[in-house]
């Protein structure tokens, strides 16, 4: 009783109560058409048997991949009832929330290899493959990394051999280490791959391209010819999930199994390559968007279970509630808001993009030159800053959920309250979609490459949105941060000085890095690729201060323009507390390299890390508003110290009653090994007992 009256005084709080938390749920959810499609999508995932997954803790990992390909079928049943293109993407979403390893078998299908089709196929390939896969009359999968290579994609050592007198390709794999691995469905269920492999024609290796083959058969799930794949049995997460592994001896594809909307080989075996080889990864560049909303559902599902913990549990002398502690606010509040610019930069970051791939890459032709070039600019710019913004924002997740459960002490080290399944089927996103750390470094080089290129004067044409500013950096700088400025209570103030911060810390450490590659290059007579291999952690630290900088200029191109946030000034105000708690938590985390440029002295940090706790402060007195806000059912957290009523520990204890069927033994359970190999040891006669 006293734990479920805790969380309902956390919600009657006068701040806390002043909240309009329908409309700010609404808000992170993109707008009310948005939100009422994804409500509608809970109120039938809760309704139908065949898509729940009660308890995935408890179950085996073949168990689990059986049940999760019963939903993913009964999901294919249910997407052609729904009433448009937006209702089914709203639900795949949805499904992704309840469980994760649907995510990312709908994924793989319908965010990997569907699109993959679409930007490198010619518009006949899609109506072959792609309407097919629209339909789940073919699960495709997204044959890239191998064993020996993953983001080191120009040592993919899978060829695709072109046999002018058949006109065909022969998909090879000639290596142990060529193995396609990690391959999401491979392991038991695609019947068909998207193969990226090296094109020979005559002997001569011209370039990575992608190949449609077919792996089993559609009918019998044998396997094709010359193909062989497995599964890579038991992971960290996802259970439910099949990744595989494939190899291919000598398996021949028709010339039109070669997706060629932008690279071509004509049946005489002449070769005409992409404007760019960039093109061949564009898909990636959605997959690495994606990540955004998965720091929303699964950093957001930890940021719910450990607040409504955190406010329940009492502890000290005093029996005072944990979440009153400072070294638990500050380190929970954080976490929160990191969740919530996830979630803005999902739909400002995926709304830009996909206009870009609806204006350029839909038609299933090449654009005309002058578009083309201009799509180029826009493409290279946008993997560079979804290269830092992945990676940053997937480290940071990474570390909030395991931040979490440090501050529900034990009890979350059990399976039962989630944050460690949630931890498990994260963690891949700091490897998965390219390893955080060479993404890193293509963001860093990026910036680095544009400032060169800009103090050489070879900049033709314009400059990506992301590293405009750079421009004006070179040409005259920029202004220094002012303290007293900033110490105005104005928190979009606040937040307009924090962004011109972090712009200058990125420009002033892309300098720096650059000045540093330049000398490394003359004293050692290197070349830029050799110096930035011995300079790389530089690379890293400039992408890290872009990405803060990048993230917050889009979150806040996002804010300003929500409806919700016009319609209620106190709504606006919370949600820019929050924005403004990630911006400082960016900063405080770079004091060490703002103070060596000389952006900030002693007393402005100083000022920045007090202002930091004030503000996580206030947000602990709304914390359980905010986190109600993100939206997650009971029945999707699946965490008995996370209920919304906060009665955790009766909770709590008839779930470990229930797992363990301790109830099923009358008089208490016996070991199952007791008598083989405990009673030997404990009933030997003894003279003391």
């Known amino acids: 009783w006293m734990e479920s009256q805790t969380i309902q005084t956390e919600r009657a709080r006068g701040d806390a109560r002043r909240i ?8 992170l959810d993109g707008g009310a058409a948005r939100h009422q499609r994804k409500l509608a999508a809970f109120k039938t995932i809760l309704s139908d048997p065949q898509l729940q997954k009660e308890c995935p803790y408890d179950l085996t990992p073949e168990k689990d991949r059986e049940i999760t390909m019963r939903q993913l079928k009964r999901v294919t049943e249910i997407l052609p009832s729904l009433p448009d293109d937006d209702s089914r993407e709203s639900f795949i979403f949805a499904m992704g929330y309840y469980d994760r390893s649907v995510e990312m078998r709908l994924g793989v299908h319908y965010n990997l290899f569907r699109p993959i089709l679409k930007v490198q196929g010619t518009e006949e390939q899609y109506q072959r493959w792609g309407v097919a896969a629209d339909k789940f009359e073919i699960l495709g999968c997204f044959g890239m990394t191998e064993l020996g290579h993953s983001s080191h994609l120009r040592g993919l050592e899978t060829t695709a051999t072109f046999i002018k007198e058949t006109q065909e390709f022969e998909i090879h794999s000639p290596t142990v280490t060529s193995s396609k691995w990690w391959i999401g469905l491979a392991g038991e269920t695609a019947t068909h791959i998207a193969v990226l492999a090296n094109l020979i024609i005559d002997g001569k290796a011209v370039g990575l391209h992608w190949f449609v083959v077919q792996l089993r058969d559609r009918k019998t799930g044998k396997l094709m010819r010359g193909v062989q794949a ?11 999930l099949d990744n595989g592994w494939v190899r291919f001896n000598h398996v021949r594809v028709p010339l039109d199994h070669m997706l060629c909307r932008w690279g071509k080989v004509e049946p005489n075996g002449e070769y005409s390559a992409a404007p760019t080889a960039q093109l061949a990864y564009a898909t990636l560049i959605g997959e690495r968007i994606w990540i955004f909303d998965s720091v929303y559902n699964q950093v957001g599902q930890a940021a719910v279970i450990g607040t ?75 993997h560079a ?32 309250n989630a944050v460690g399944s949630l931890f498990g089927d994260f963690a891949v ?24 290129r800009i103090r050489q004067g070879r900049v033709m044409g314009r400059l990506g949105q992301s590293v405009a500013y750079l421009q004006e950096f070179n040409s005259i700088g920029f202004e220094n941060f002012h303290l007293d400025a900033f110490k105005t209570s104005n928190t979009e103030t606040r937040l307009d000085s924090l962004v011109k911060l972090l712009r200058n810390l990125a420009g002033g450490l892309t300098l720096r890095a650059l000045e540093r590659l330049e000398t490394e290059m003359k004293h050692k007579k290197i070349s830029f690729d050799e110096a930035c291999k011995s300079l790389m952690m530089d690379l890293v630290q400039v992408s890290k201060a872009q990405t803060s900088f990048f993230t917050l200029l889009k979150v806040l191109e996002f804010s300003y323009a929500a409806e919700e946030l016009k319609a209620s000034q106190e709504l606006r105000k919370v949600v820019f507390e929050v924005i403004l708690l990630y911006g400082l938590q960016q900063t405080v985390n770079q004091f060490t390299e703002l103070l060596e440029l000389g952006h900030l002295n002693v007393d402005a940090t100083a000022y920045i890390r007090t202002l930091h706790g004030d503000i996580c402060l206030s947000l602990r007195l709304i914390c359980v508003t905010l986190t109600d806000a993100l939206g997650f059912p009971d029945e999707f957290l699946r965490a008995p110290l996370g209920r919304s009523d906060g009665d955790i520990y009766t909770a709590y204890f008839e779930q470990i009653m229930k797992s363990t069927k301790f109830r099923d033994h009358p008089d208490g359970p016996v070991a199952p090994y007791w008598n083989s190999l405990v009673a030997p040891l404990t009933s030997k006669p003894s003279s003391k007992l």
């Open 20 to 27: 309009n938390v329908p409309l700010l749920t609404q808000f």
């Open 230 to 240: 497995g599964h890579l049995g038991v992971k960290m997460g996802r259970q439910g």
């Open 308 to 382: 409504r913990y955190g406010v329940v549990r009492r502890q000290g002398p005093n029996n005072e509630q944990i979440m009153d502690f400072p070294s638990h606010y500050t380190s929970l509040m954080p976490v929160i808001s990191l969740v919530y610019v996830s979630r803005l930069l999902w739909w400002q970051i995926g709304a830009e993009w996909g206009s870009l791939l609806r204006a350029n890459l839909t038609s299933g032709t090449v654009p005309p030159p002058d578009k083309l070039m201009d799509f180029l600019v826009d493409m290279q710019d946008y």
């Open 385 to 416: 800053a979804i290269c830092g913004t992945k990676s940053w924002t997937s480290w940071e997740g990474a570390d909030a959920i395991e931040q979490v459960r440090r501050t529900m002490g034990g009890h979350a080290y059990s399976a039962y």
């Open 429 to 452: 996103t700091t490897t998965g979609a390219g390893d955080n750390i060479v993404l890193a470094q293509q963001s860093g080089r990026y910036n680095v490459q544009t400032l060169r």
